[in-house]
């Protein structure tokens, strides 16, 4: 197993999650809230999914999926393009109603677009840094698993309110 499909195995898991996460939900399900104020699945499926794109677009100097294969227009929200989720309020995750068809089209066009650039990573490339704006600065193997990590931990998100919203 070479680095670059440890990375990519990582990324199918999230893939496997957010799918089983939406899978038969409607789109009233999936825009519920477990609590009030708490995040929906669809916001949780569209914020990890435009963070893996805007991060992962950045590292490999290419468009985001969001704006270049008009998936900010199919989804419609009343966000600027760049909006990627972090800061948003309770009426916002409340905009986002998504069906899940719609949710991992995007997500596996991000998918695609983030395995086909993790094909050609190589072991020499980890230690680059890609954002000074942190101490110590952040290299981009760092970038990689913080958003491995941020996408797994709201793809299981996803699914435990998918397990509370069907136990209903």
């Not at 270049?68 to 800061?87: C, I, K, M, N, V």
Request: net charge negative; proline share 4%.
């Amino acid at each position: 197993m070479t680095l670059a499909d440890l990375v990519i195995d990582g990324f199918d898991r999230v893939q496997q999650v957010v799918h089983g996460a939406v899978k038969g939900l409607t789109d009233d399900q999936l825009a519920t809230p477990p609590a009030e104020g708490a995040n929906t699945i669809a916001w949780l499926v569209w914020h990890l999914t435009r963070v893996q794109d805007d991060h992962l677009a950045d590292l490999e100097d290419a468009d985001q999926v969001w704006t270049s294969q008009g998936w900010h227009e199919r989804f419609d929200l009343p966000f600027s393009p760049g909006a990627t989720g972090y800061g948003q309020s309770a009426e916002d995750v409340a905009a986002v109603r998504a069906s899940a068809d719609l949710l991992t089209g995007y997500h596996d066009a991000v998918h695609d677009q983030t395995v086909a650039w993790l094909a050609g990573l190589e072991e020499s490339q980890l230690d680059r840094i890609v954002d000074e704006n942190w101490d110590p600065p952040v290299s981009l193997g760092v970038r990689l698993v913080s958003v491995l990590s941020d996408d797994l931990q709201h793809a299981g998100q996803a699914a435990y309110v998918r397990g509370i919203l069907l136990r209903r």
